[in-house]
């Protein structure tokens, strides 16, 4: 029996060493129709998508067998989902009303699935889609998104310009070991700065989160990985950056939950670093949709969002038409022409007057 739990801890621990169990994904804020039990189950780096995509209310192409998401309300799925992804970090400590789960295989993953839902199924009302990656000038916006942050900074020279505005986070942050006049630490403090600017912007919008569309945002800091590459993971600075991060995360978490009347949830994925590179594919306005090589028996698309509305439309119409057509028949053939019909009523009458 020892030699057995030893051996148990040996693999638990080679997988630690390998990035199986180090990073972690949390839920800052949830509503009640979003249920996650607390069991510390791992979840896969490439379905957390998928995570997001349920608790909207989306279908996913494959089942997620992750016991943490629990099936919550049905009828009132949340208006927002948020998620911050914190890189160079595989642990933050939040508050005790937060939950955490381990990564297994932190894999890059990106939601340009949910939003090509969201686009998808509310393209006629007024979603608000953002993804932004502030420190590789990497942005997209769908929908309403264009308007509500026309201002906000995401290049580089505009986030250091904002950063030395009147109503900067500069004048209310303590900043501690962290210094105004290094470039890592400006970068840092830039994208803490993009938090509170989305978050002024969109309480200027109010209205927009309380339609029936639900939104999106996908945000990726990677400004204390660079403080950990620069001055060392054990120096005072990184420790001062995790810990302001820790509390401005948390007021943002708060924030965001607060605009949406308490119906959005924030996560969190902090990841010491990939395991692979993410690689996204291009695409061109003039661009096929398809070409001959990809399909060449011309096969039907497996599956469309609109089947299972096209099917129940098509299903209950034959149905009540069958329906119809047995009553109406039924019907017929018991009726007594002298008796239920006025046209044999009045031609029986004629006849006998004439």
């Known amino acids: 029996m020892a030699l057995r739990g030893l051996g148990v801890a040996v693999l638990l621990a080679s997988a630690c060493l390998a990035g199986v169990c180090g990073d972690e994904f949390s839920i800052l804020r949830s509503p009640q129709s979003v249920v996650f039990r607390d069991g510390g189950w791992p979840i896969p780096g490439d379905r957390i998508p998928d995570v997001a995509a349920l608790f909207m209310g989306f279908s996913i192409e494959e089942d997620l067998p992750w016991p943490g998401l629990a099936a919550g ?53 007024t979603p608000v889609v953002l ?30 310009n904002r950063l030395f505005q009147d109503n900067s986070i500069l004048s209310s ?62 120096s005072q600075q990184f420790k001062d950056a995790s810990q302001i991060l820790v509390d401005t995360l948390q007021k943002f978490a708060d924030e965001m939950y607060n605009l949406y009347g308490g119906n959005a949830v924030v996560e969190m994925v902090a990841v010491k670093a990939f395991n692979s590179p993410l690689t996204r594919k291009t695409r061109s306005i003039l661009q096929s949709s398809q070409s001959d090589t990809d399909n060449p028996y011309n096969l039907a698309y497996p599956y469309n ?22 009553v109406i028949s039924y019907n017929l053939w018991n009726m007594d022409p002298g008796y239920d019909s006025i046209i044999y009523r009045m031609t029986n009458q004629k006849i006998r007057m004439d």
């Open 73 to 125: 309300d049905l009828f009132h799925r949340p208006r927002a989902a948020v998620l911050v992804t914190v890189k160079g970090v595989d642990k933050l400590t939040l508050p005790a009303k937060g939950i955490s789960y381990p990564i297994e295989n932190a894999v890059p993953f990106s939601l340009d699935s949910v939003a090509n839902t969201i686009h998808n199924l509310f393209s006629e009302e």
């Open 131 to 160: 993804q932004l990656a502030p420190s590789e000038e990497r942005v997209y916006m769908v929908g309403k998104a264009n308007s509500v942050f026309e201002d906000l900074s995401v290049t580089l020279r505009q986030l250091r």
């Open 173 to 234: 942050l303590p900043l501690n070991s962290l210094s105004r006049n290094n470039e890592v630490d400006l970068l840092f403090l830039s994208e803490l700065q993009v938090l509170w600017d989305i978050v002024t912007l969109l309480s200027r919008h109010k209205h927009l989160a309380k339609d029936h569309s639900p939104d999106l945002y996908s945000l990726e800091l990677s400004g204390l990985e660079e403080i950990g590459k620069h001055y060392g993971e054990d």
């Open 305 to 326: 969002y609109n089947y299972s509305v096209i099917f129940n439309i098509i299903l209950w119409m034959m149905i009540g038409l069958a329906l119809a057509v047995i």
